[in-house]
Protein backbone atom coordinates (compact mmCIF):
# COMPACT_ATOMS: atom_id res chain seq x y z
CA UNK A 1 0.00 0.00 0.00
CA UNK A 2 1.54 3.23 -1.08
CA UNK A 3 0.65 6.92 -0.32
CA UNK A 4 1.06 8.62 -3.71
CA UNK A 5 -1.68 9.70 -5.39
CA UNK A 6 -1.83 9.63 -9.22
CA UNK A 7 -4.33 12.47 -10.58
CA UNK A 8 -4.69 11.06 -13.68
CA UNK A 9 -6.94 8.78 -11.58
CA UNK A 10 -9.32 11.79 -10.82
CA UNK A 11 -9.75 13.42 -13.73
CA UNK A 12 -13.55 12.94 -13.45
CA UNK A 13 -13.62 17.02 -14.42
CA UNK A 14 -12.22 17.97 -17.87
CA UNK A 15 -10.12 20.72 -17.29
CA UNK A 16 -10.20 24.34 -18.74
CA UNK A 17 -7.08 25.34 -20.29
CA UNK A 18 -6.30 27.79 -17.50
CA UNK A 19 -7.19 25.69 -14.85
CA UNK A 20 -4.31 22.97 -16.31
CA UNK A 21 -2.31 25.88 -16.77
CA UNK A 22 -2.13 26.39 -13.07
CA UNK A 23 -2.23 22.17 -12.09
CA UNK A 24 0.67 21.86 -14.41
CA UNK A 25 2.48 25.07 -13.40
CA UNK A 26 1.76 24.10 -9.30
CA UNK A 27 3.52 20.16 -10.41
CA UNK A 28 6.85 22.17 -11.49
CA UNK A 29 7.15 24.09 -8.45
CA UNK A 30 9.51 22.90 -5.37
CA UNK A 31 7.52 24.16 -2.99
CA UNK A 32 3.51 25.09 -2.31
CA UNK A 33 2.54 28.45 -3.34
CA UNK A 34 0.35 31.43 -2.35
CA UNK A 35 -2.32 32.40 -4.92
CA UNK A 36 -0.12 35.86 -5.25
CA UNK A 37 2.99 34.40 -5.99
CA UNK A 38 1.45 32.00 -8.21
CA UNK A 39 -0.20 34.62 -10.01
CA UNK A 40 3.02 36.60 -10.36
CA UNK A 41 5.05 33.72 -11.84
CA UNK A 42 2.37 32.18 -13.94
CA UNK A 43 1.22 35.20 -15.89
CA UNK A 44 4.70 35.14 -17.60
CA UNK A 45 4.08 32.30 -19.39
CA UNK A 46 0.21 32.05 -19.42
CA UNK A 47 -1.18 35.52 -19.66
CA UNK A 48 -3.72 35.63 -16.89
CA UNK A 49 -5.95 37.47 -14.34
CA UNK A 50 -5.61 37.75 -10.82
CA UNK A 51 -9.36 36.55 -10.58
CA UNK A 52 -8.87 33.81 -12.94
CA UNK A 53 -6.17 31.96 -10.84
CA UNK A 54 -8.16 32.27 -7.75
CA UNK A 55 -11.00 30.59 -9.79
CA UNK A 56 -8.88 27.54 -10.58
CA UNK A 57 -7.78 27.20 -7.49
CA UNK A 58 -10.82 26.48 -6.26
CA UNK A 59 -11.85 24.39 -8.76
CA UNK A 60 -8.74 22.53 -8.68
CA UNK A 61 -8.98 22.33 -4.68
CA UNK A 62 -12.81 21.25 -5.09
CA UNK A 63 -11.87 18.09 -7.50
CA UNK A 64 -9.21 17.04 -5.00
CA UNK A 65 -6.51 17.97 -7.77
CA UNK A 66 -4.66 20.43 -5.48
CA UNK A 67 -4.19 20.58 -1.24
CA UNK A 68 -3.94 23.91 0.38
CA UNK A 69 -2.25 24.47 3.69
CA UNK A 70 -2.39 27.73 5.79
CA UNK A 71 1.47 29.44 5.93
CA UNK A 72 2.49 30.71 9.02
CA UNK A 73 1.44 34.48 8.21
CA UNK A 74 -2.15 32.91 7.82
CA UNK A 75 -2.21 33.29 3.82
CA UNK A 76 -3.27 29.96 1.59
CA UNK A 77 -0.26 27.54 0.01
CA UNK A 78 -1.47 25.47 -2.09
CA UNK A 79 0.47 22.69 -4.29
CA UNK A 80 0.07 19.49 -5.84
CA UNK A 81 -1.30 16.70 -4.09
CA UNK A 82 1.73 13.89 -4.47
CA UNK A 83 1.79 12.43 -0.84
CA UNK A 84 -0.27 13.58 2.51
CA UNK A 85 1.97 16.40 4.36
CA UNK A 86 3.39 15.80 7.83
CA UNK A 87 4.94 19.03 9.58
CA UNK A 88 7.03 20.06 12.16
CA UNK A 89 5.71 23.67 12.11
CA UNK A 90 7.71 26.22 14.11
CA UNK A 91 5.88 29.16 15.24
CA UNK A 92 8.64 31.10 15.44
CA UNK A 93 10.43 31.14 11.76
CA UNK A 94 7.40 29.73 10.62
CA UNK A 95 10.00 26.60 8.82
CA UNK A 96 8.36 23.47 8.63
CA UNK A 97 9.63 19.85 8.54
CA UNK A 98 8.62 17.34 7.25
CA UNK A 99 7.81 14.04 8.73
CA UNK A 100 9.01 11.20 6.58
CA UNK A 101 6.28 8.49 7.75
CA UNK A 102 2.35 9.44 8.63
CA UNK A 103 1.42 8.79 12.31
CA UNK A 104 -2.34 7.92 11.42
CA UNK A 105 -2.72 5.72 8.18
CA UNK A 106 -3.90 2.89 10.35
CA UNK A 107 -6.23 4.75 11.60
CA UNK A 108 -7.33 6.61 8.35
CA UNK A 109 -7.94 3.09 6.97
CA UNK A 110 -10.26 2.10 9.87
CA UNK A 111 -12.42 5.26 9.32
CA UNK A 112 -15.89 3.62 9.22
CA UNK A 113 -17.24 3.15 5.92
CA UNK A 114 -20.47 4.22 6.91
CA UNK A 115 -19.76 7.81 7.12
CA UNK A 116 -20.11 9.62 3.53
CA UNK A 117 -16.99 11.70 2.69
CA UNK A 118 -14.60 11.17 0.03
CA UNK A 119 -11.08 11.94 1.43
CA UNK A 120 -8.53 13.56 -0.77
CA UNK A 121 -5.56 14.15 1.52
CA UNK A 122 -4.70 14.87 4.69
CA UNK A 123 -2.43 17.72 6.18
CA UNK A 124 -1.06 16.92 9.95
CA UNK A 125 0.94 19.54 11.25
CA UNK A 126 2.64 19.73 14.96
CA UNK A 127 3.71 23.60 16.04
CA UNK A 128 6.49 23.94 18.30
CA UNK A 129 9.99 25.88 18.16
CA UNK A 130 12.92 25.08 16.03
CA UNK A 131 16.69 24.47 17.44
CA UNK A 132 17.59 28.04 16.71
CA UNK A 133 14.14 29.64 17.78
CA UNK A 134 14.13 28.21 21.12
CA UNK A 135 17.22 29.86 22.42
CA UNK A 136 16.20 33.03 21.05
CA UNK A 137 12.53 32.88 22.35
CA UNK A 138 14.27 32.11 25.41
CA UNK A 139 16.10 35.28 25.13
CA UNK A 140 13.79 37.67 24.31
CA UNK A 141 10.72 36.27 26.35
CA UNK A 142 12.42 34.98 29.30
ZN1 LIG B 1 12.28 28.39 14.05
ZN1 LIG C 1 -0.53 10.75 6.74
Known amino acids: MTEMYNPSDRYEHRLSRNQQSV?????????????????ATIR??????????????????????????????????????????????CLQCGRSFPLDNCPVKDWEMSLPRAIPFKIYYHT????????????QVQSMHP
Not at 23 to 39: I, K, N, R, T, V
Not at 59 to 80: C, D
Open 23 to 39: LDFLHQQDGPLSAQELY
Open 124 to 135: LEFFGLCECCIL
Open 44 to 89: QHHPMGLATVYRALETLKLHGLIRVRTGAHGESLYSPILTDDHFLT
